[in-house]
C-alpha cells in the first residue's frame, strides 16, 4: 500500500524530476496525488473526484488531504464516514453519503469485513477531521464480478472523511 501526503507525494515528483535531470521532457505526477491534488479541502462541501488519464494504480493507494487532528480509526473501532466514490478514469460518481444529505454518515467497524477490503484499509489510521482520497484496484474492491453500477475489474477512488471514531 502506498501512503502519502499530497505535499510529500509533490516532494517525490520533484526528487524524480531531480534525478531525471530536469529535462524537457515532463514527467507524469504519481497517479494518485494527480487526483488528491485536485480535491476540494473545504470539508462542509462534497468534494468531486477529478477524471485521470494516468495509469490506474496496481496497489492501494491513500493520499491524505487533510490531516485530522482527532481520535485515529484503528482496526476493532466503529468509526463514521462520509464519502464520495467514483470511477478512477472518468471521475464519474457511482455513490455518495453527501447525496443523502450533508450530516449522512456510514458507520463502519474496522476489520469487520462490512465494507470492501480498500475501503476498510483505507480508513484505517486517519485521524478525526481528515480527508483522504483511496484508489482501491479491483482486488481490494469488487473483484472481476460486475456489484451494481460497478462493473467488473474497475479501479475506483473514494474520497473518505473522517466524522467520528468510537469503541
Do not use: H, N
Amino acid at each position: 500500500m502506498t501512503r502519502r501526503t499530497v505535499p510529500g507525494a509533490l516532494l517525490a515528483l520533484t526528487l524524480s524530476l531531480a534525478a531525471c535531470g530536469g529535462g524537457e521532457e515532463e514527467a507524469t505526477p504519481p497517479a494518485a496525488a494527480e487526483v488528491a491534488e485536485e480535491v476540494s479541502t473545504d470539508l462542509s462541501e462534497a468534494p468531486d473526484v477529478p477524471p485521470t488519464d494516468a495509469p490506474a494504480p496496481d496497489e492501494l493507494v491513500v493520499e491524505d488531504v487533510v490531516v485530522g487532528d482527532g481520535e485515529e480509526a484503528v482496526d476493532g473501532t466503529s468509526v463514521a464516514v462520509k464519502y464520495v466514490g467514483a470511477f478512477y478514469e472518468t471521475g464519474e460518481e457511482f455513490d455518495s453519503s453527501w447525496s443523502r444529505g450533508a450530516d449522512d454518515t456510514l458507520p463502519v467497524t474496522l476489520g469487520a469485513g462490512q465494507v470492501i477490503p480498500g475501503f476498510d484499509q483505507g480508513i484505517t489510521g486517519m485521524q478525526v477531521g481528515g480527508r483522504r482520497v483511496v484508489t482501491i484496484p479491483s482486488e481490494l474492491g469488487y473483484g472481476e464480478a460486475d456489484s451494481g453500477p460497478i462493473p467488473g475489474g474497475s479501479t475506483l477512488v473514494f474520497v473518505i472523511d473522517l466524522v467520528e471514531v468510537s469503541g
